[in-house]
């Protein structure tokens, strides 16, 4: 069983950035991914960006390529998002997420991941 819990969310303006943090607790399998999802109020949610866990392969949504980076330490078990040059519709839940790495054209299926941390609020202020 994987346990997933974010942590790193806030208010900022706009321009402004910030790290969300997903600690993992449980096994992490070479054949996983660990991605982050999110949900604006009233929207469904949308993939943001992931990582393989074994290769660290990358992958973003188009509106956030340039502005956030995904990345892991795998020591410490945990996935970071940084997110700079914030937008006031960047502004949802954060949640991240684990599930079998079947490649990159299902890294952003929601149907890919088994695992779902909680979710972190990200407010961006204009």
């Known amino acids: 069983q994987v346990q997933l819990v974010e942590s790193g969310g806030g208010s900022v303006q706009a321009g402004g950035s910030l790290r969300l943090s997903c600690a993992t607790s449980g096994p992490i399998y070479s054949t996983y991914a660990v991605g982050w999802f999110r949900q604006a109020p009233g929207k469904e949610r949308e993939f943001v960006a992931a990582?393989?866990?074994?290769?660290?392969?990358?992958y973003y949504r188009d509106s956030v390529k340039g502005r956030f980076t995904i990345s892991r330490d795998n020591n410490k078990n945990t996935v970071y998002l940084q997110m700079n040059s914030l937008k006031p519709e960047d502004t949802a839940v954060y949640f991240c997420?684990?599930?079998?790495?079947?490649?990159?054209?299902?890294?952003?299926?929601?149907?890919?991941?088994?695992?779902w941390g909680q979710g972190t609020q990200v407010t961006v202020s204009s």
């Open positions: 997420t684990a599930g079998l790495f079947l490649g990159p054209g299902h890294i952003t299926r929601q149907n890919n991941y088994i695992y």
């Open positions: 990582i393989s866990w074994s290769a660290g392969e990358t």
